[in-house]
C-alpha cells in the first residue's frame, strides 16, 4: 500500500488535483468493498449449506481474494510503470538508517497532527467495523443477507457522497472540509445511542451517516499528506513521499491494531456470548455504547486538530 500510496504525491503536485485523484481512487476501493461485502457471508453459508467447514469456506473466499489482489497489483505495476516525478530538480533521500530516516519526518508539525488524527479515526473505525456485524447478528438479528445488503446499500451511496465531498474540499479547502464533514458525521452518529438502530431502516441510517465520515477521511487524509511531502520537500530539499507515507501508514495500522485489540475487550467486558442468539440487555447496551459512542474521541480529535492547523501553510 505505501508506494501505491506516494504514486498520488508523484503524479501531480497540484492542490485540487490531487484531492480529485483521491476520489477516483476511493470509488475503486468502493467498487471492491461492494463486491467484498455483499458476497463474503453468501459465499461462506453457500459453502457452509453444502456441507463444506467454516476451515473450507473461508480458505475458499481468501484464494478468490487473493487472486483478485494479485491481478490489482499487475495492473497498477504496468498501468504506472512510465510515470516520471513532477520535480526532478529536488533530490530523492537516500536512507541509510530507515528508523531515524521515519522518526525524522515527526519534526514537521503539520506531520504530527495530521498523524495524530489518523490513529484516532483508525481506532475508531476498527472498533465500528469490528462491533457492528455482531451488533447486526445478536441485536437487530440479520443473517448474512441482510448483512451484505447493509454494507451494498451504503457502499452505494458512499460513492454517489463522493463528487459532494470533492465539491466541498475544493471551496472550503480539503483541511475544513476533512475537519466540518467528519465533526458532523461523528456527532450524528452519536445520537444514535439515544435514538437506537432496533429496525434495519435505521441502522441503515447510521451506516450510512457513517459512511460520509469514512468517505471524506480515507480520501482527505491521504490528500493532506501529500500536502505534508510538499512541506517536507521544501524544509529539507528532498522529495520522500514514500518515507513519509510510511510514517503515516505505521500510524494507520497502528490505531487498527489497537482499535481491534479495544473492540475485543469491550466486548468481552460487557459479557458478549457468541453462543447466544440474543443477548442480554447488559450486552446490547454494552455493545450500543461501543458501537455509537467511540466518535467521541473523533469529536474531540477533529476540534482539536482544526484549532492546531489554523492559518497554516
Not at 429496525?199 to 457513517?210: D, P, S, Y
Request: net charge positive; with cysteine; proline share 2%.
Amino acid at each position: 500500500m505505501i508506494p501505491y500510496s506516494a504514486l498520488g504525491a508523484e503524479i501531480t503536485n497540484d492542490y485540487n488535483e490531487r484531492t480529485s485523484l483521491r476520489m477516483y481512487a476511493h470509488i475503486f476501493t468502493l467498487g471492491g468493498l461492494i463486491i467484498a461485502s455483499s458476497l463474503t457471508m453468501s459465499i461462506v453459508e453457500g459453502i457452509l449449506m453444502k456441507g463444506g467447514t467454516p476451515m473450507e469456506a473461508w480458505t475458499r473466499v481468501g484464494l478468490i481474494y487473493g487472486t483478485i489482489i494479485l491481478v490489482a497489483g499487475i495492473i497498477t505495476i504496468v498501468s504506472t510503470a512510465k510515470v516520471e516525478r513532477f520535480d526532478s530538480t529536488i533530490a530523492t533521500i537516500e536512507n541509510k538508517n530507515i528508523f531515524k530516516t521515519l522518526f525524522s519526518t515527526l519534526k514537521l508539525k503539520s506531520l504530527r497532527i495530521v498523524a495524530g488524527s489518523i490513529i484516532l479515526y483508525a481506532v475508531g473505525f476498527t472498533i465500528a467495523q469490528g462491533t457492528i456485524v455482531f451488533y447486526m447478528e445478536k441485536v437487530v438479528g440479520l443473517t448474512g443477507a441482510g448483512i451484505g445488503s447493509y454494507f451494498l446499500i451504503t457502499a452505494l451511496v458512499g460513492i454517489v457522497c463522493i463528487p459532494l465531498i470533492n465539491f466541498i474540499s475544493n471551496k472550503l479547502g480539503k483541511r475544513r472540509a476533512y475537519t466540518y464533514i467528519i465533526l458532523f458525521a461523528a456527532t450524528l452518529q452519536c445520537i444514535f445511542y439515544f435514538v437506537g438502530t432496533g429496525n434495519f431502516g435505521l441502522l441503515l441510517t447510521f451506516g450510512i451517516i457513517q459512511g460520509v465520515g469514512h468517505n471524506a477521511f480515507f480520501p482527505l487524509s491521504y490528500a493532506l499528506v501529500y500536502d505534508c511531502c510538499d512541506i517536507d520537500a521544501y524544509l529539507n530539499k528532498t522529495r520522500r513521499e514514500g518515507v513519509v507515507l510510511s510514517v503515516t501508514g505505521l500510524c494507520q495500522k497502528g490505531g487498527y491494531a489497537l482499535g481491534t485489540a479495544i473492540a475485543g475487550f469491550l466486548l468481552s467486558f460487557f459479557s458478549y456470548n457468541p453462543e447466544l442468539a440474543v443477548q442480554t440487555a447488559e450486552t446490547q447496551n454494552g455493545m450500543a455504547v461501543t458501537l455509537f459512542c467511540y466518535r467521541a474521541n473523533l469529536v474531540y480529535s477533529m476540534c482539536t486538530s482544526n484549532v492546531s492547523l489554523q492559518n497554516k501553510p
